[in-house]
């Protein structure tokens, strides 16, 4: 791929694959299409989930909440999920099976103990950056793919917020999947569709 691309890979954690604290249903069906994806580009990046022990984004954190409901926090209301991605826990570890040693930066995010980070971009506050924006700038990427999981929730945000940081965003829609609770892939995908992120499958590059 040309050098103003970037391949964004969204959290292809052990957690997220079947077995894992947040399985995301088929999550391991997309790994061997990221691995070949990724020799296309230049320029790859991973992001890791990357939750402090009693993160405020895990149900276990707020006695008697279940994971899959909601709270109202500071900054917005907050999905309750299982505990998961903790770091240094094999939970976190990048999945067996992802073979990307040509990966030139990993975005961890998540790791602040009261702010959520669905996106690699800005934490769930929408103030605190990431600095993942100046790193592309500064490497001449113009243009964002992205891959990975969950398409509903991280892949999602990261795109949204490549889009509102002035980047173009493009969605590799068959090497995701989504969790799709309570209508979230609906709402991605018409967001996708009113902030101008592209959809593509990944034969374009084949
Ligand atoms: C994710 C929920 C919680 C994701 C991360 O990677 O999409 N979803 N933490
Ligand atoms: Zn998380």
Known sequence: MRADAALLIVDPQNDFMPGGALAVPHGDEIIPAINR???????????????SPGHIS???????????????????????????????TRGADFAERLSVPQAQAVIRKGFHAHTDSYSAFLEADRKTHTGL?????????????LCGLALDFCVAWSALDARAAGFEAIVIEDACRAIDTN?????????????????VTSDVFS
């Open 58 to 88: 895990f149900a276990s954190s707020h006695p008697g909440k279940l994971p899959f409901s909601t709270i109202d926090l500071p900054y917005g209301t907050q999905v309750l999920w299982p505990d998961h991605c903790v770091q240094g």
């Open 183 to 199: 209508g979230s892939l609906d709402q991605a995908q018409r967001a996708f569709a009113s902030a101008g992120v592209q959809r």
């Open 133 to 145: 924006a100046g790193l592309l700038r500064e490497r001449g990427v113009s243009t964002v793919y």
């Open 37 to 51: 994806l990724a020799l296309r580009f230049d320029k790859v990046i991973l992001t890791q989930d990357w939750h």
